[in-house]
C-alpha cells in the first residue's frame, strides 16, 4: 500500500497565552497521498494558512505529530526542516512568489543549489520544470518581464522541481483573473495527476472543485471532508 | 552549509546588489572615500619621512661615523673639528677623514635651506650628495644647487642668478645640479669653503661635521667621543670651576661654565646633600641663571660634539614602511567607524525591505545561516568592490594633484607614491567594517520566523535586557582600560587605549536605543508630528540608534575641544588673561653676530615696526630691571607655588606712563596710578601685594589683558620712580593695533633683528570658534543626510498613508526636520558626558602642572565650558532640523499620473 507523502495527526496550533490564547487549530487529521490535490476551504481567519504553514514545516504545531515523507518533523532542528522545505516540500502563495533578483530559472533551481546541487545541474532540472509548466524557453526572463500566471507558473515548477513531491498552495489563483486561474489550476492538477500531491488552499468553492478532496474548515477544526469522483474538465463545468 | 549552497545565496547577494545599483553605489561610494584618503595620508606620509637607510646615506655617505661640532660662535666649532681631525690623526691614522660644514640660511625673506661646502671629489661625499648635472664649485662665486631650487630659480647651468644669503646678497654662477640620490624638494646651495665663509660672515652658526672611514673606522668613532669628555674644558671659558661638583650635574654646562667659585658655592648650599624636590631645582636653575646673565651668558656659548654612527642611525624609530602603513590604517579606521554605522543603517533599512524576498527564500528551504549570507555577501562585496575603488581614487589622487602635493612634502614624489603595504591596512579595516555593519542586519533578519517574514513584517522588538547593562559595562571598562593603560609604559599601552577608547564611545552608543525607547513613550503628550517622530524613532530603534551613535561621534569632536580649550584657558590664567591679538611689544634688538645679545631699542626701530604697522597705536614706556613676584592665585599639588617670577625674570616693571595707560585703555590704572598706586595687571580687581626684588608694597591689582611673556606687568607711578631709581631702565614700545598681524607684516617686524613679543598672525578665538562650529553643522549634515537617505524610503510608506488620510504633503518635510534634530538632540546629550569622560580620563592619567606668575595649576583640574556647550546643543539641533526641513520634499498628495 502506497504510504501518504504528508500526514497530519491530531495536530493544534495555539496562538497566545492565557485571556489572549487563540486555538488557531484543533486536533487536525489529514494524509496526502501521491497524485492527491486536497482543497482546503473556509472563511477567514478558519485556519487555513496555519495549516499549510504546519504542512510546510514553516511552523511547528503545539500539539499533534506531522509526517512528511515518512520522516517525524517533531524531533528535526531548524536546520534540518530546511533542508526538507529544499527537498520535499514546495510553496506557491498568492503574489510576490518570485525572487524580483533572479531570472525565472535561477528561482526554479534554486531549492536545489541551496541544497548543494551544482548549478548546472539544477539548472537543467530547472529546464525541465519549464518544459512541464509550459514555460519551456522562459528561464531567462525576471519576474518582472512574466505575466501574473506565468510567475504562478515558475512557482509551480518551482514547488515540484528535482525531489519535491509535495505542493501547498495558499490562494494561488486570489491575484489572477478567471481565465488564467483556470489555467493554473489545470496546471496543478495535472501535476498531480502525474504523481505529485499539493494542498490547495482556497476560499472559491469552483477552484475547490479541482480537488480530489475537499477539507472544510470552520474555527481551527475540520468541520467535513467532501471526496469527489469527478473533476471538472473546466469551471464552467461546475455551473 | 554547503559551499554550493552557499554560493547560491551569495549569488542572491550578488544579484540584490546589481538589482539596487543606486544604494550599492552609495555604499560604494561610502566605503571608497574613506579608503582613498586614507591612501592618501599615506602617501603624504610617504612623502615627508625618509627611510632610516636613506636618513643614514643623507648623514653619513659613504662613511660608517660622523662627528659634529656645533656652536654659536663658527671659530669655537672650526677650533674643536680641528683638535677632533688631530686626535683622529693620532689615535687611528690609518681612517679616512673629510671635515665639511654645513649652516642653516634664509634664501630671501620667506624660504630657509642649507648651505653647505662638502668636498664632492672625495669618495665619503658619495651619499651625502651626488652631482646631477655640471660640476661642484670651485671658486666663491660659484654654487651648485638643488634641482628644486635651480627650478625655482628658474635658472640653467652657466647662467648667473642673483641669490640672497642670509644678509649676503651677490651674483653667483650656477655650475652644477647637486642633491640627495633620493631627489628632495629642499633648497640647497654647494659652494666652495670660501664662499662659505663669505656667507658665514653674516650668517653666524654653523654645525662643522667630520666623516670618519675606512678600516677601524667604528673604534675610532667611539674612542674620539670617549676622549672629547676628557677635553672639552679646555673650550670653556677662563675662570670656569672645575671640576663640576656633583650636586649642581643637572645644571647645564653652558651656565654653569660662567659661575665663579662663590656662585658654586652658593649654588652647592643651596642644593644640600639630601633630594630635591621640582621646586627646588626650579630655584636652583634660577638662580644660577640670574648668576650668569650677570656675566656674558648666551645659549649655545660653549661647543657642543658628538659623534653618530651609521649602525646606530638605522637601529633607530619606525620604517617608512611602518609609519605611512600606520598613518593610513589610523585614518581610514576614524573614517570607518562613520562609515560603518551609516552602512549599518543603510544594510538594516535595506533587509527590512526585503523581508519578504528573505521570507521567500526561507519558504525554498534556506537556513538562517543562507539568509546571513545574503546580507553579509552584499557587505563583503560592497566592502571589497568599495575599497578597490578607493585605492584607485586614492592613487589616482596622489598620481594627477601631484602638483599640488608637491609644495608640501619633502620628498619629490615619483610614481604612484605609495606601496602595496600601504594599502592593505585600510582595504582590510574598509571590507571588516562594511561586514560588521552588515552583521547585525544579518542576523536580525535570519531570525525573522519565515511566516513573518513572508508578510513584509519585523516583528516587534522585544526590549533587550542586555544593552543597558552592557552599554554602562563597556563605557566602565573601556575607561579603566585607558586609565591603566596611560599610566603603563607597555610596548601595547597606545594598542590598550585606543581600545579602551573605542569600548568607551560603543558603549555609550549602545545606550542611545534604550533611551530612544524611553523617550518614545512620552510620545502622547505632544503634538501629532512629534508623536510621530518619537514613536518612529522607538520602533525603528535600530535605526536610529545607529543614527545618533554616528552624529554623537561626530560630535565628540566639538565637545572635546571645547572642553580642551576652555581646561586650556583655565590653565593658562597662571601666566595672566588671555592675551590682546593686536600687542605688538618692541623690547630689544638682537646682535646679528650670535644668539641672545640683545640691546636697547632707538627711535629708528620704532619708527621701522611703525612704517610696517602704520595704523598702530604706539605706547613709550621705560622697562625696569626688577623681578616681580605676584601674589598666586592658583595653589595646586603638594607645595605652595611662590615667587615664580615672569618670564623673563627681570624687567617686570614698567613705568606707567600716560602713553602706556592711555594705551591700555583702562582708565581706572591711570586713577590709580595718579593716587600713587602701584598697579599689577593681572586677573580681577582689588587690592593686592607684590615683591619687587624681594621687597613687599601694597598694590592695586587690575583686570588688563596684556601679553604673557615680555610684557611687564607691574606699574610704577612716575611720583615714585626715586623708590626705584636703584633700578635699571630700558625703553620699550607697545604697538596697539585693532587686528592681528598678517602674515607678511609678521616676517617684516621679526626680521631686523628686533625682538618683538606678540603679534602672532592667525586667526582670532571667535574666528576659530565660528569655523569649528561650521565644520561640525557640515559633518552632522552629511552624516544626517546619508542616514535619512537611506532610511527614507521606510518612513516615506508611513508618511504616505498619513498624507492618504487627510494630512497635509508638507508633513514629510515636518517631520524629517523634527526626525533629525531629536536625533541630533539625542546624539549631543551622549555626546557630551562621553567627551567630557574621555578628556577627563585622558588629562588625569598623566597630570602636570602649569606654573606661571599668578601660581600653579593643574592639568587635572577639568573646566566644562557649559555656555559654549549649551549653545551647541541648543543651536545645532535646531539648525540641523531647519535645514533638513528646507531640503526634503513635500509628499505628493495624490498618486503620481500613470502614461495611458
Not at chain 2, 482 to 508: D, E, K, P, Q, R
Not at chain 2, 801 to 824: D, E, K, M
Amino acid at each position: 500500500m502506497t504510504e501518504p507523502v504528508l500526514s497530519l495527526r491530531r495536530v493544534g496550533k495555539t496562538h497566545g497565552i492565557g485571556a489572549q490564547r487563540v486555538d488557531a487549530l484543533v486536533n487536525v487529521d489529514l494524509d496526502l497521498m501521491p497524485g492527491d490535490l486536497v482543497a482546503v476551504t473556509g472563511r477567514s481567519g478558519s485556519g487555513k494558512t496555519t495549516l499549510l504553514n504546519l504542512s510546510g514545516a514553516l511552523d511547528e504545531p503545539t500539539t499533534g505529530e506531522i509526517i512528511i515523507a515518512g520522516e517525524s518533523l517533531a524531533q528535526m532542528t531548524k536546520n534540518e526542516l530546511a533542508r526538507l522545505r529544499r527537498v520535499a516540500v514546495g510553496y506557491v502563495f498568492q503574489q510576490f512568489n518570485l525572487l524580483p533578483s533572479l531570472t525565472a530559472a535561477e528561482n526554479i533551481s534554486l531549492p536545489l543549489e541551496l541544497d548543494g546541487m551544482d548549478p548546472r545541474e539544477a539548472r537543467s532540472f530547472a529546464e525541465i520544470a519549464l518544459v512541464e509548466v509550459e514555460m519551456e524557453g522562459m528561464g531567462d526572463r525576471y519576474p518582472d518581464q512574466l505575466s501574473g500566471g506565468e510567475q504562478q507558473r515558475v512557482a509551480i515548477a518551482r514547488g515540484l522541481v528535482g525531489p519535491r513531491s509535495i505542493l501547498l498552495a495558499d490562494e494561488p489563483t486570489g491575484a489572477l483573473d478567471e481565465a488564467t486561474s483556470e489555467s493554473i489550476l489545470r496546471l496543478l492538477r495535472s501535476r498531480c495527476d502525474a504523481g505529485a500531491a499539493a494542498l490547495l488552499v482556497t476560499h472559491e468553492p469552483a477552484y475547490a472543485a479541482w480537488a480530489d478532496r475537499v477539507v472544510r474548515l470552520k474555527d481551527g477544526r475540520v468541520e467535513g471532508v467532501s471526496v469527489r469522483n469527478r473533476v471538472p474538465e473546466t469551471v464552467a463545468d461546475l455551473a | 552549509m554547503s559551499g554550493s549552497g552557499r554560493k547560491a545565496a551569495l549569488k542572491v547577494a550578488f544579484r540584490n546588489s546589481v538589482r539596487n545599483r543606486k544604494r550599492t553605489f552609495f555604499l560604494v561610494a561610502l566605503v571608497a572615500v574613506p579608503v582613498a584618503l586614507a591612501v592618501v595620508v599615506a602617501g603624504l606620509v610617504r612623502a615627508s619621512t625618509f627611510t632610516q637607510e636613506e636618513q643614514a646615506q643623507m648623514e653619513f655617505g659613504s662613511a660608517e661615523m660622523k662627528a659634529r661640532a656645533w656652536s654659536n660662535s663658527r671659530d669655537l666649532s672650526n677650533e674643536v673639528m680641528l683638535w677632533a681631525g688631530e686626535a683622529l690623526a693620532e689615535i687611528a691614522p690609518q681612517t679616512d677623514q673629510l671635515i665639511y660644514r654645513q649652516a642653516y640660511v634664509s634664501f630671501g625673506s620667506s624660504r630657509y635651506g642649507r648651505a653647505l661646502d662638502l668636498d664632492m671629489a672625495d669618495p665619503m661625499a658619495h651619499g651625502i650628495l651626488g652631482m646631477i648635472d655640471g660640476a661642484p664649485p670651485n671658486a666663491r662665486g660659484e654654487i651648485a644647487v638643488s634641482p628644486k631650487m635651480a627650478e625655482r630659480l628658474e635658472a640653467s647651468i652657466g647662467e648667473t642668478v642673483e641669490l640672497e644669503i642670509g644678509e649676503l646678497l651677490r651674483d653667483y654662477r650656477l655650475v652644477g645640479i647637486a642633491s640627495p640620490p633620493i631627489l628632495t624638494t629642499d633648497d640647497l646651495v654647494l659652494m666652495s669653503p670660501d664662499g662659505l665663509d663669505e656667507v658665514l660672515a653674516s650668517e653666524g652658526n654653523v654645525e662643522t661635521s667630520l666623516l670618519i672611514g675606512g678600516v677601524g673606522s667604528v673604534e675610532a668613532g667611539t674612542r674620539l667621543g670617549e676622549l672629547w669628555e676628557g677635553v672639552k674644558y679646555q673650550f670653556w671659558p677662563e675662570g670656569a670651576v672645575l671640576p663640576k661638583p656633583g650636586e649642581l650635574s643637572f645644571l647645564g654646562d653652558d651656565v654653569y661654565s660662567l659661575l665663579d667659585q662663590a656662585e658654586v658655592d652658593e649654588l652647592v648650599a643651596l642644593a644640600g646633600n639630601g633630594e630635591l624636590a621640582q621646586e627646588d631645582y626650579d630655584q636652583i636653575q634660577s638662580r644660577a641663571y640670574e648668576m650668569a646673565e650677570d656675566g656674558d651668558f648666551t645659549y649655545g656659548s660653549l661647543p657642543e660634539f658628538y659623534v653618530d654612527g651609521r649602525a646606530a642611525w638605522l637601529s633607530q624609530g619606525l620604517s617608512v614602511d611602518q609609519q605611512s602603513s600606520l598613518a593610513s590604517t589610523a585614518a581610514a579606521a576614524l573614517l570607518l567607524v562613520e562609515v560603518a554605522f551609516v552602512a549599518g543603517a543603510a544594510f538594516a533599512a535595506g533587509t527590512r525591505r526585503r523581508l519578504r524576498e528573505i521570507g521567500l527564500l526561507g519558504a525554498n528551504g534556506a537556513s538562517e545561516k543562507h539568509v546571513r549570507v545574503t546580507v553579509l555577501g552584499e557587505g563583503l562585496a560592497i566592502g571589497i568592490i568599495g575599497s578597490a575603488a578607493g585605492l584607485v581614487l586614492g592613487i589616482a589622487i596622489l598620481f594627477l594633484g601631484r602638483p599640488l602635493i608637491q609644495p608640501f612634502v619633502t620628498r619629490v614624489m615619483t610614481g604612484f607614491g605609495v606601496s602595496p603595504i600601504d594599502m592593505i591596512g585600510p582595504v582590510l579595516v574598509a571590507i571588516v567594517s562594511v561586514v560588521i555593519a552588515a552583521w547585525l542586519p544579518a542576523r536580525t533578519a535570519a531570525r525573522v520566523p519565515t511566516t513573518t517574514a513572508l508578510q513584509g513584517r519585523m516583528p516587534a522588538l522585544a526590549p533587550r535586557k542586555w544593552v543597558v547593562p552592557v552599554g554602562f559595562g563597556l563605557t566602565g571598562f573601556g575607561t579603566l582600560l585607558v586609565t591603566v593603560a596611560l599610566a603603563s609604559v607597555s610596548s601595547i599601552s597606545n594598542v590598550l587605549v585606543g581600545t579602551g577608547a573605542l569600548m568607551m564611545v560603543g558603549g555609550v552608543a549602545l545606550l542611545a536605543s534604550p533611551i530612544l525607547a524611553v523617550v518614545s513613550k512620552l510620545a502622547n503628550r505632544f503634538p501629532a508630528t512629534g508623536r510621530l517622530v518619537l514613536r518612529d524613532s522607538g520602533r525603528h530603534r535600530t535605526r536610529s540608534a545607529v543614527a545618533v551613535a554616528a552624529t554623537m561621534v561626530i560630535l565628540l569632536a566639538p565637545v572635546m575641544a571645547l572642553t580642551l580649550d576652555a581646561s586650556q584657558s583655565e590653565r593658562e590664567l597662571v601666566m595672566g588673561l588671555p592675551e590682546p591679538e593686536g600687542h605688538l611689544l618692541l623690547s630689544g634688538t638682537y646682535d646679528l653676530e650670535g644668539f641672545g645679545e640683545v640691546g636697547p631699542i632707538a627711535d629708528g626701530d620704532v619708527a621701522q615696526v611703525a612704517s610696517i604697522v602704520p595704523e598702530s597705536f604706539v605706547a613709550r614706556f621705560d622697562a625696569l630691571n626688577l623681578t616681580a613676584d605676584l601674589k598666586p592665585r592658583f595653589v595646586a599639588g603638594s607645595t605652595v607655588q611662590v615667587g615664580y617670577c615672569q618670564e623673563p625674570c627681570g624687567w617686570n616693571a614698567a613705568t606707567g606712563s600716560p602713553d602706556l595707560v592711555a594705551a591700555l585703555g583702562v582708565p581706572e590704572v591711570g586713577a590709580a596710578l595718579d593716587g600713587g598706586d602701584i598697579v599689577v595687571l593681572g586677573l580681577e580687581e582689588g587690592p593686592t601685594t607684590v615683591r619687587l626684588d624681594d621687597v613687599e608694597y601694597p598694590a592695586v591689582e587690575y583686570p588688563v589683558p596684556v601679553l604673557r611673556f615680555g610684557m611687564p606687568r607691574v606699574l610704577i607711578p612716575e611720583s615714585r620712580l626715586d623708590d626705584f631709581e636703584d633700578a635699571e631702565r630700558s625703553p620699550r614700545a607697545l604697538f596697539i593695533l585693532e587686528r592681528s598681524l598678517t602674515e607678511d607684516e609678521w616676517r617684516q617686524t621679526n626680521d631686523g633683528g628686533l625682538e618683538i613679543m606678540g603679534g602672532y598672525p592667525g586667526l582670532s578665538t571667535t574666528q576659530v570658534y565660528a569655523l569649528a562650529f561650521g565644520a561640525t553643522l557640515v559633518a552632522v549634515l552629511i552624516v544626517v543626510a546619508l542616514v535619512t537617505a537611506v532610511s527614507a524610503a521606510e518612513t516615506d510608506e508611513e508618511i504616505r498613508t498619513i498624507v492618504a488620510v487627510g494630512a497635509p504633503g508638507s508633513i514629510r518635510r515636518r517631520f524629517l526636520g523634527l526626525l533629525t534634530g531629536y536625533q541630533t538632540t539625542v546624539a549631543i546629550a551622549l555626546a557630551l558626558p562621553l567627551g567630557v569622560l574621555l578628556i577627563w580620563v585622558f588629562s588625569s592619567a598623566e597630570e602636570y602642572f602649569y606654573s606661571g606668575p599668578f601660581g600653579q595649576i593643574s592639568t587635572a583640574a577639568l573646566v566644562v565650558p557649559v555656555w559654549p556647550l549649551l549653545v551647541l546643543a541648543v543651536s545645532l539641533p535646531l539648525l540641523i532640523g531647519f535645514l533638513t526641513t528646507l531640503s526634503v520634499r513635500s509628499a505628493p498628495v495624490t498618486p503620481p499620473r500613470r502614461p495611458t
